[in-house]
């Protein structure tokens, strides 16, 4: 599909070592798809003095090193992406299979996002799995997918009080968005279940499990498989040697 | 390789080079020195290229012993170091023999030291870098912080290494101690605030609260108003000194460590000849913002490197 939104993207700069490239205002897949295509082709370049391809929904924020590239320079570089735009074919997604266990511990808040939403807790597990989800971008932490395509019947609001903790793997809802936490940190979300899949490990190339693009279905998986994915997830990577 | 022994870490001392680039895409902030200017300048003085992984200070310095003779120096904010009882200076090549203690107290303005070694801090580079990201525990030192009782290695050099000593001009010290004043560009939803709130963002001085760190700098002051204040904007990519406005109108300067994206309005961002300054603010400075156009802020760029490299060094 060579097809692009017609409208054409806004260029500011954000600072004197950023620019911010904005193909809309919502949230769409169309949208998404020139944001892909032009975080591919702005990779692809490695053009000297770019420090970092910030995709988002709906914009890609350039940073660069001034002392190397003038923002001229980098303006008319990527005047000149931008009008190759429509001819960039992207990837086929890949589909990725996140296994996640619904139970116990691993979703004190799967109650009350059934409850918000008047279904029982095995909805909510089935609504969640039923859905394939696009990963918009990663941000905020390393590794976090945004993800879109969730169904509104088991949107829930974050909790008021975020906690300090939330463990590696937790799976959560925030309003209409669901994700996945890479990294033990605080957060607000309502956790509904656990993945055993590491998401974001530096040792290995490249360093996250999702990219951006692909689609992801989630899988429910019983506490006894939840064990046995984490069992052999460990004996893999002790077999490898950390220089490999 | 030689060893230096963390007697006291003092408040907080990470290892830190330039930052960590080119994985923004999978959300991995870029971390590096809080001050790249004085960084740069202090590993310019032991003769290291300027991305040498070094150690950053914070607040309170470190008590380190080195194992072996050792060609170092110290710059940024002032921490009062000594060596063996007596005091040596800041910005200045020092050279130290096997077994002796370096001391640092608190700093006496500002926040940040960067104590450089000849050589260089040796860690194992994550994804390219030797940076710390805390908040993560992403690179340098395990992913954290130095600790008491830490060994640290650092690169060895050949035995014929020979340097002579550096020191930073007077007038170089004391221009490198302004920060009250930040000077910044538009930000990208410059135009979701009220006339009156930018006249009021331009024209009154903003506290830097405790609540600030490497992450970000939370300032108190004038509330900036927005016209109107339902409008959520989308969460887009954030650059290095993005000024926030918060719900409740109050400023948050992103700074080294910051996340890759965010969702609150952006009014301003630090220019980045002024980015040095923001990493020597410490809570009770009070700063203010004057807007620069894009051009005044490369001239001022061009001046600042200029004045890194040819105005700065004499004979110690």
Redesign the interface.
């Known amino acids: 599909m060579l097809s692009s939104s017609s409208s054409k993207p806004g260029i500011v700069f954000s600072s004197d070592h950023s620019l911010l490239v904005t193909f809309g205002i919502e949230i769409s897949h169309e949208i998404h798809l020139d944001v892909r295509r032009l975080t591919l082709i702005l990779l692809d370049a490695k053009k000297e003095g770019v420090l970092n391809i910030h995709p988002a929904y709906s914009t890609v924020l350039i940073t660069f090193d001034p002392r190397i590239v003038s923002f001229r320079r980098l303006e008319e570089h990527l005047s000149r992406l931008l009008m190759k735009l429509n001819t960039v074919e992207l990837p086929r997604p890949r589909s990725m299979r996140i296994p996640v266990c619904y139970e116990g511990d691993f979703a004190p808040d799967l109650a009350y996002v059934g409850s918000h939403n008047g279904l029982t807790p095995d909805e909510v597990i089935q609504k969640h799995s039923s859905a394939t989800y696009t990963v918009y971008f990663l941000g905020f932490s390393p590794g976090f997918p945004y993800l879109g395509g969730m169904l509104r019947e088991i949107a829930t609001p974050r909790l008021d009080t975020p906690r300090l903790n939330v463990a590696p793997g937790s799976v959560g809802i925030a309003g209409e968005q669901t994700g996945v936490y890479p990294l033990a940190s605080p957060g607000g979300w309502q956790l509904i279940g656990r993945t055993p899949l590491l998401l974001f490990d530096p040792q290995r190339n490249p360093p996250t499990l999702l990219q951006m693009g692909d689609e992801v279905c989630f899988e429910p998986i019983s506490r006894t498989e939840y064990e046995a994915h984490l069992a052999q997830y460990r004996s893999e990577y002790e077999g490898k040697s950390p220089a490999a | 390789m030689p060893h230096i022994r963390v007697i006291s870490p003092g408040f907080l001392t990470t290892v830190q080079d330039l ?1 960590r ?10 971390a590096g020195a809080a001050d790249a200017v004085s960084f740069r300048l202090g590993n310019l003085l032991v003769g290291n290229l300027e991305n040498t992984p070094s150690l950053e200070m914070s607040l309170v310095g470190a008590e380190v012993e080195f194992e072996e003779a050792s060609i170092v120096a110290l710059a940024g904010a002032g921490m009062q170091p000594i060596i063996d009882g007596q005091a040596v200076p800041m910005w200045e090549t020092i050279m130290i023999s096997p077994g002796q203690v370096l001391k640092c107290g608190a700093a006496v303005a500002g926040v940040r030291s960067y104590l450089c070694i000849r050589g260089g801090i040796h860690v194992p580079p ?2 390219g870098s030797a940076a710390t990201h805390l ?4 690179g340098g030192f395990s992913g954290r912080a130095l600790r008491r009782g830490d060994i640290v290695t650092v690169q060895s050099l050949p035995v014929s290494d020979s340097f002579d000593p550096l020191r930073l001009n007077q007038n170089a010290t004391d221009r490198l101690l302004a920060r009250d004043l930040l000077r910044v ?1 538009a ?2 939803q410059e135009n979701l605030f009220t006339d009156i709130a930018l006249e009021q963002f331009y024209t009154s001085s903003y506290l830097v609260t405790k609540d600030s760190d490497r992450m970000g700098l939370r300032l108190e002051g004038p509330a900036v108003a927005r016209k109107d204040s339902s409008f959520e904007t ?9 000024v926030q406005i918060t719900h409740s109108g109050h400023p948050i300067i992103l700074f080294v460590d910051h ?3 965010g969702g609150y309005p ?1 009014i301003a ?4 000849a002024d980015m040095h300054r923001v990493g020597q603010l410490r809570s009770g400075d009070r700063v203010t913002f004057r807007r620069a156009t ?1 051009e005044e ?2 001239a001022l ?1 061009v001046e600042q ?1 200029s004045f890194i490299y040819q105005h700065s060094f004499a004979q110690a």
């Open positions: 930052g680039f080119g994985y923004a895409h999978l959300g991995i902030s870029a994550v994804l908040a993560t525990g992403l560009t930000g990208p989308l969460t887009e990519g954030v650059s290095l000194g993005a996340q890759t994206t952006k961002n630090v220019i980045a894009l802020a490369r760029l490197e």
